[in-house]
């Protein structure tokens, strides 16, 4: 015995035909447009990547997900052309991108980016063919057209960024991997969190030579002008592991040694001051090899003997303080303090490898007090005079105090 049909059934039979109809063929072709539209975002993507000039680029995958609105990019790969040679600019296995729902609900239409495993090298080579060192005006407008919505949050998982210069011999390859970096609040303003710097940029990573680099930037992403705070430290790297970079840019070799940095930097109105502290210990420069050039082995004396000569002995150490500040793209380095610090650290008082804390972006002299290049001599001997003043006194009241 059947039991009667129930009052849903009934009312499904209750509808029009027409009715039903429609609403069928409404579901299939909306089923149909969610199965065809992860392959024709990748085609286009790929299209657009393709004519992207000097360069070639390919998406291997497309997968969506609309109830968080997102969609993400798998097995991306873009390559630098160079004759017949492809060379890698951009690798990914995977970049998620996707609305920012909190932020939503504060009224602002936002995304999250998050890369996982990105590789990123530049390289400077003999020829323009051969160089990708900036991610110019090509590469704004690709990124807009992949990713159309602000991106207030960045997050890059097990990354790798590499630099390489091909113009020297041998060739000079340096890069971070194991990168972990996140960007947070790319398009606040101080107005937005109360404090003057809305965004904050956090990255770690291991260098060459089994070293580890901390970054922190602190910024005003959306002024005018550049506006931020920025603090590096690079600790324990193997001298012997950059020999050939050191080789090709200072002409020298290294037996053995540990390499460490510090740094300091802040930028406001178009102008940006700061320092950087090189720590070299345990630094042994004397030649492995035989057969060079007398001018060679000359210079190889000359360094080892000015090491040797300005090395803090209870430490076994040599270094100095750099400061630099200038216009954004006229910078203004030191030299004289330089010296003078590297004699300091010697003979009167170590610094440490450790962030001062002294640069203050409130501080910054603005342009009109930093003398470009084409300022007479006395101007440009007057900033002078100021950096290497400011530079004695931030260094005798850090240094002393020892902060972190």
Excluded: C
């Amino acid at each position: 015995m059947h039991s009667p049909p129930g009052k849903l059934v009934q009312r499904v039979r209750s509808w029009p035909r027409r009715v039903v109809i429609t609403v069928g063929v409404i579901v299939l072709v909306l089923a149909g447009i969610r199965i065809a539209l992860p392959y024709v975002i990748r085609n286009q993507i790929n299209t657009r990547l393709k004519n992207i000039p000097g360069y070639r680029g390919r998406v291997g995958d497309i997968r969506l997900s609309l109830w968080r609105g997102a969609y993400t990019l798998r097995g991306i790969s873009i390559f630098k052309l160079n004759g017949n040679q492809e060379d890698p600019f951009f690798i990914a296995r995977f970049i998620d991108f996707s609305l920012s729902w909190p932020d939503l609900f504060h009224g602002k239409f936002v995304s999250r980016i998050y890369v996982d495993h990105g590789e990123l090298t530049f390289v400077k080579g003999p020829t323009p063919q051969t160089t990708q060192k900036a991610t110019d005006q090509r590469w704004q407008s690709v990124v807009e057209d992949i990713f159309p919505i602000d991106i207030q949050h960045l997050e890059i998982s097990h990354g790798l960024i590499r630099y390489i210069d091909d113009t020297h011999t041998p060739r000079v390859d340096l890069f971070v991997k194991n990168m972990e970096a996140v960007a947070t609040g790319l398009r606040n303003r101080p107005g937005d969190t109360k404090q003057e710097f809305p965004a904050r940029i956090q990255v770690e990573g291991d260098s060459l030579g089994g070293g580890h680099l901390d970054l922190l930037v602190q910024a005003e992403p959306l002024a005018a002008k550049p506006h931020f705070h920025l603090a590096l430290k690079l600790t324990h790297v193997n001298l012997v592991a950059l020999d050939d970079s050191l080789k090709s840019v200072a002409n020298v070799e290294v037996n053995h040694g540990t390499f460490e940095m510090v740094a300091e930097m802040a930028g406001r109105e178009g102008a940006f001051q700061g320092y950087v502290k090189p720590f070299f210990n345990n630094l042994d420069l004397k030649p492995r090899q035989d057969k060079k050039s007398v001018a060679t082995r000359l210079w190889e004396k000359v360094v080892a003997g000015l090491a040797w000569l300005v090395k803090n002995r209870p430490r076994d150490q040599v270094a100095t303080r750099i400061p630099f500040q200038g216009e954004f793209g006229d910078s203004q380095v030191g030299l004289w303090p330089t010296i003078r610090n590297l004699f300091r650290h010697g003979f009167v008082r170590a610094f440490n490898p450790v962030i001062e804390q002294s640069v203050n972006p409130d501080k910054v002299p603005p342009p009109s007090q930093i003398a470009p290049k084409k300022s007479s001599p006395a101007v440009r001997k007057k900033a002078e005079k100021n950096l290497e003043q400011e530079n004695d006194a931030k260094a005798s009241a850090t240094e002393s105090t020892g902060k972190k």
